[in-house]
T-cell receptor
Framework: SQQGEEDPQALSIQEGENATMNCSYK?????LQWYRQNSGRGLVHLIL?????REKHSGRLRVTLDTSKKSSSLLITASRAADTASYFC?????????????FGRGTQLTVWP | NAGVTQTPKFQVLKTGQSMTLQCAQD?????MYWYRQDPGMGLRLIYY???????DKGEVPNGYNVSRLNKREFSLRLESAAPSQTSVYFC????????????FGQGTRLTVV
């Protein structure tokens, strides 16, 4: 499978704490993206990191990419109850599958007030 | 600004019935996708259309057909529904397939009894 795999499957933290989610994948990639899904809703794009980038920031989000280990991490700093959602990584493999996104199973994040 | 619109939002089918899920985007995107989301499985790509007039199979195309009617619309058809096709279906679009974020619809919850 070309899917990424997120770890942990579930994460429960208090407001104000940082949340770290990891994603591992199997094949080479053109880019890796992180998405968020609130319960019963569609996915919303958070951040995209290209294979030649190592770190990217967007507001309270920090994403790292290690292509040698085929892994990425998403850090949410100073979490809020509103961050409660499922978070998915998606890989764009390039080559013959360029443009197709393959999703992992997701991490369910719960932030308690 | 509607973004990606899916119809219907909910549907119940009997085994063997057929139906078409509709998807339209108003962002002038070239690429469109159909995914299914099952509990614990994340999102799996069913079909992908890089541009008007082209379609390609994804990870789980069996039992489905698609039509890229024009640049705006990408429909998914179940010719003979099976209980294994009970799922939440998401349509998505992106400007270009590679290296760009995908925008998702709100999903269609399909139950096959």
């Amino acid at each position: 499978s070309q899917q990424g795999e997120e770890d942990p499957q579930a994460l429960s933290i208090q407001e104000g704490e940082n949340a770290t989610m990891n994603c591992s994948y199997k094949t080479s990639i053109n880019n890796l993206q992180w998405y968020r899904q609130n319960s019963g809703r569609g996915l919303v794009h958070l951040i995209l990191i290209r294979s030649n980038e190592r770190e990217k920031h967007s507001g309270r989000l920090r994403v790292t990419l290690d292509t040698s280990k085929k892994s990425s991490s998403l850090l949410i700093t100073a979490s809020r109850a509103a961050d409660t959602a499922s978070y998915f990584c998606a890989t764009d493999g390039g080559g013959s599958t360029l443009g197709r996104l393959y999703f992992g199973r997701g991490t369910q994040l719960t932030v308690w007030p | 600004n509607a973004g990606v619109t899916q119809t219907p939002k909910f549907q119940v089918l009997k085994t063997g019935q057929s139906m078409t899920l509709q998807c339209a985007q108003d962002m002038n995107h070239n690429s469109m996708y159909w995914y299914r989301q099952d509990p614990g499985m994340g999102l799996r790509l069913i079909y992908y259309s890089a541009s008007e007039g082209t379609t390609d199979k994804g990870e789980v195309p069996n039992g489905y057909n698609v039509s890229r009617l024009n640049k705006r619309e990408f429909s998914l058809r179940l010719e003979s529904a099976a209980p294994s096709q009970t799922s939440v279906y998401f349509c998505a679009s992106s400007v270009e397939g590679a290296g760009t974020e995908a925008f998702f619809g709100q999903g269609t919850r399909l139950t096959v009894v």
